[in-house]
């Protein structure tokens, strides 16, 4: 059973550049979660979707970054005209539910952004 | 709101001495504590947690106890190994809004032969 996949691993964006990340959740996992480590910080959470849905979204940037979980294909994070404070590890989380004893978020591997 | 403060790093110790890894806590309501490590190269995995008072979650010779007069998860173990060099974050999850992990800063632990 594959883990959550996250692609690229690294990616590098010059300032204004459009970046776009990817998470494919675990086999049967229909939340997805992110999360971004900026340097010297903890995780943060960013946003919560099911399929199709946004749930929470009260961690992310009001504005250029967006995100969405079609029926088909993975979720994706997407920060247009990227910053250098934008620079951090961006890590996706999959659950089979949100809540419960049986909610345990299983985490990627992560995708470093690095803007110039 | 919730914040997680552990131990600065990185932590360096020998093949079996002894680990301690300090967390504390501030929340609102009845906080689940977790501890999470990412081995290098990987992402987090679960390694242990406690859902409420006085529980102690336990995983691969890990330890920790939920302290809720002191809002304290410390983690331990007795007998470190070269295999358990890692990043150990302390996380919680409290409320309405359970699904929302609140992370410390991460302590990189570097054990050797």
């Known amino acids: 059973n594959a883990g959550v996949m996250q692609n690229p691993r690294h990616l590098v964006r010059r300032r204004g550049q459009e970046a776009r990340l990817r998470c494919s959740p675990m086999?049967?996992?229909?939340?997805v979660y992110w999360y971004r480590q900026l340097p010297e910080e903890g995780l943060k959470f960013m946003v919560y979707?099911?399929?199709?849905?946004?749930?929470?979204e009260s961690g992310m940037p009001k504005e250029r970054f967006s995100a969405e979980f079609p029926k088909e294909g993975p979720s994706i994070l997407r920060i247009q005209q990227v910053v250098r404070g934008d620079s951090a590890a961006y890590f996706c989380?999959?659950?089979?539910?949100?809540?419960?004893?049986?909610?345990?978020?299983?985490f990627g591997p992560g995708t470093r952004l690095t803007v110039l | 709101g919730n914040s997680v403060t552990q131990m600065e790093g990185p932590v360096t110790l020998s093949e079996e001495a002894f680990l301690t890894i300090n967390c504390t806590y501030t929340?609102?309501?009845?906080?689940?504590l977790f501890w999470y490590v990412q081995y290098p190269g990987e992402g987090l995995q679960l390694l242990l947690k406690?859902?409420?008072?006085?529980d102690k979650g336990s995983n691969k010779g890990f330890e920790a106890t939920y302290r809720k007069e002191t809002t304290s998860f410390h983690l331990e173990k007795g007998s470190v190994q070269v295999s358990d060099s890692a990043v150990y974050f302390c996380?919680?999850?409290?409320?309405?809004?359970?699904?929302?992990?609140?992370f410390g800063k991460g302590t990189l632990l570097t054990v050797n032969p």
């Open positions: 086999k049967g996992h229909s939340h």
């Open positions: 989380a999959s659950s089979p539910y949100s809540s419960g004893k049986n909610n345990e978020q299983f």
């Open positions: 406690a859902t409420k008072a006085d």
């Open positions: 996380a919680l999850s409290s409320g309405g809004s359970n699904y929302k992990l609140t």
């Open positions: 979707l099911q399929k199709e849905n946004i749930i929470d």
């Open positions: 929340a609102t309501g009845y906080p689940s």
